[in-house]
């Protein structure tokens, strides 16, 4: 199985930029689709985007499209989210995870990080 621990979570302006890392152990990130989703107050789960195990397909949620890129470092074994333009209604608990099948439902996922809090000011 593989260990998932995200970082680079902070507070920040809107219309500023963040990037998000998720360092595995245990397993090389090219055996999997990795995924970023994140949790508000009060809400559910939400899918941001996903990148299949070689890397060249990704997929991203109409609410971060053109603002977010999400991408894998083989030689760091680490997941990156690049978050731009952030604005306030980006503020959740953001979460890497783990699994098989490119897909953006939570519940297909198998490993999940920590969660790294990101919180965008208005």
């Known amino acids: 199985q593989v260990q998932l621990v995200e970082s680079g979570g902070g507070l920040v302006q809107a219309g500023d930029s963040l990037t998000l890392s998720c360092a595995a152990s245990?397993?090389?990130?090219?055996?999997?689709?990795m995924g970023w989703f994140r949790q508000a107050p009060g809400k559910e789960r939400e899918f941001v985007a996903a990148i299949s195990w070689s890397g060249d397909t990704t997929y991203d949620a109409d609410s971060v499209k053109g603002r977010f890129t999400i991408s894998k470092d083989y030689a760091k074994n680490t997941l990156y989210l690049q978050m731009n333009s952030l604005k306030a209604e980006d503020s959740a608990v953001y979460y890497c995870a783990a699994t098989r099948v490119l897909t953006g439902w939570p519940t297909n996922y198998d490993y999940w990080g920590q969660g790294t809090q990101v919180t965008v000011s208005s």
């Open positions: 245990g397993r090389t990130l090219s055996r999997y689709v």
